[in-house]
């Protein structure tokens, strides 16, 4: 079936413009993860989705970043007033709740803040 | 002490090598162990996982975990040129429901023809 896919796969901004990420998780998975990929830091959890109980924020970093997920599928994750350290690639998984450790990643969106 | 450890290569070996890929971990909460497979400008794909120690196999891949020395390795045999990748080691724990996963930096590794 589908995998997740993220949407647009890659961005070009300027610094200070506001930026929204888009990811359409497997159908049927209840759990959704947006991560960020960057080169110096690797792979770090930003934010957790789970049906319709409050998200899990603990690993946003700063107040620019926010998300939200529409009726328990696709979610936005938005970036306001991009800095040049916001550039990295931005990774979405999904998962069946029960086996939340099974995450599958989609493509990710490449952020570039000039 | 980092959470995790991972070198990060670059590891080349010669087609039809045994490659041996390994992380250490702080974290004793930790209890599912995962690899990742990451080509270049993709999203990262779920090889294997395994929540106890011991060794699982699939195919050419054996996932290792030792949990009293906080160790995970990622044999793979008989490699292939299409094994060319990055290799990310991660680790989950149920944590108020949420199993956010916490990755190595990932090792690059090249099969040679």
């Known amino acids: 079936g589908a995998g997740v896919s993220q949407s647009p796969s890659n961005k070009v901004t300027e610094k200070g413009k506001d930026v929204e990420l888009r990811c359409d998780p497997i159908?049927?998975?209840?759990?959704l993860y947006w991560y960020r990929q960057s080169l110096g830091q690797g792979l770090e959890f930003l934010i957790y989705?789970?049906?319709?109980?409050?998200?899990?924020k603990s690993g946003l970093p700063s107040d620019r970043f926010s998300a939200e997920r529409t009726g328990g599928s696709v979610s936005t994750l938005t970036i306001q007033r991009t800095q040049q350290e916001d550039s990295a690639v931005y990774l979405c998984?999904?998962?069946?709740?029960?086996?939340?450790?099974?995450?599958?990643f989609g493509p990710g969106t490449r952020l570039t803040v000039t | 002490q980092k959470e995790v450890e991972q070198d990060p290569g670059p590891l080349s070996v010669p087609e039809g090598a045994i490659v041996s890929l390994n992380c250490t971990y702080s974290?004793?909460?930790?209890?599912?162990f995962m690899w990742y497979r990451q080509y270049s400008r993709k999203g990262p794909e779920l090889l294997m996982y395994?929540?106890?120690?011991g060794n699982k196999e699939d195919g050419r891949f054996t996932a290792q975990v030792d949990k009293s020395s906080k160790y995970i390795s990622l044999f793979i045999r008989d490699s292939q040129p299409s094994d060319s990748a990055t290799y990310l080691c991660?680790?989950?724990?149920?944590?108020?429901?949420?199993?956010?996963?916490?990755f190595g930096k990932g090792t690059k590794l090249s099969v040679i023809p």
């Open positions: 159908s049927g998975h209840t759990a």
């Open positions: 998984a999904s998962s069946i709740n029960r086996a939340g450790y099974e995450q599958y």
């Open positions: 974290n004793s909460a930790f209890q599912y």
């Open positions: 395994t929540y106890s120690s």
């Open positions: 991660a680790f989950a724990y149920s944590g108020a429901g949420s199993y956010q996963l916490t």
């Open positions: 989705f789970q049906g319709n109980s409050a998200p899990d």
